[in-house]
């Protein structure tokens, strides 16, 4: 098949260095011009508007037009390499990985009405992204919204909400400093399903990160997007 693409490309080249053959300028000069001049008006705007049509199609459909080459068609076919991608392909083309917003480092006091905020915010944003179709659940509004919720003693009855059947599905997203006291970091939509409900690939899901890090760059917190590894395809 590659050597059949590599002739054709060949033979395109070669035809490229051809005057028109006598028989296109004999058509051209007989048929087609005096068609296109000695034509009504009407058939003449056709013509013209048909050309228009057919350059706005062809740009159009250009947007789906990808830069270089698959790294597949550089090698040939008996190619370890080639028989890596097919694998790599098969298994985690269509693997969902989870993407991770970690917030650390000082100033993350989330008792503070005003990070719960920015964070709110920042979830919020995030749905800017093609790529997502929804805000993440996160441990945060779920520990504000429940009885467990602890105005005076907010980490106290955030371990209690980590520990009750409600909170415990958020249990790995806070990394305690001092258990039940202050938190040194904690995780924001880990594989929620809404972040790759329309990332269909691998490429598309490498640019659902990229947008999440320029979403969260505007934001006033520190936050890390991470990616976690994708789940393999069962066969």
Not at 71 to 79: K, N, R
Not at 84 to 106: D, H, Q, W
Not at 179 to 203: C, E, L, M
């Amino acid at each position: 098949m590659k050597q059949a693409n590599v002739a054709l490309r060949a033979a395109a080249v070669e035809s490229k260095k051809k005057p028109p053959s006598a028989a296109s300028r004999e058509m051209l000069r007989k048929h087609w011009a005096p068609f296109v001049t000695g034509s009504s008006l009407a058939v003449r705007v056709s013509i013209v508007l048909f050309c228009f049509a057919l350059c706005g199609a062809c740009v159009w459909k250009s947007k789906d037009l990808s830069l270089g080459l698959k790294i597949a068609d550089v090698f040939p076919d008996d190619s370890y390499v080639t028989e890596f991608i097919g694998a790599r392909s098969f298994y985690f083309e269509k693997a969902v990985f989870g993407s991770n917003l970690v917030t650390r480092g000082p100033g993350f006091n989330f008792e503070e009405s005003a990070t719960q905020a920015e964070t709110a915010a920042l979830l919020l944003a995030l749905t800017g992204s093609k790529y997502v179709t929804e805000a993440p659940t996160s441990w945060l509004s779920s520990y504000l919204g429940s009885s467990s919720h602890n105005a005076t003693d907010f980490y106290g009855g955030l371990n209690t909400f980590l520990s009750s059947d409600q909170g415990k599905q958020f249990i790995g997203d806070v990394n305690w400093k001092v258990h039940g006291v202050s938190i040194d970091s904690s995780r924001f939509g880990y594989r929620h399903p809404g972040w790759v409900g329309k990332a269909k690939n691998y490429r598309e899901q490498e640019l659902l990160v990229t947008d999440l890090r320029q979403i969260t760059q505007a934001s006033k917190l520190y936050v890390d997007v991470l990616r976690t590894p994708p789940q393999p395809r069962c066969v």
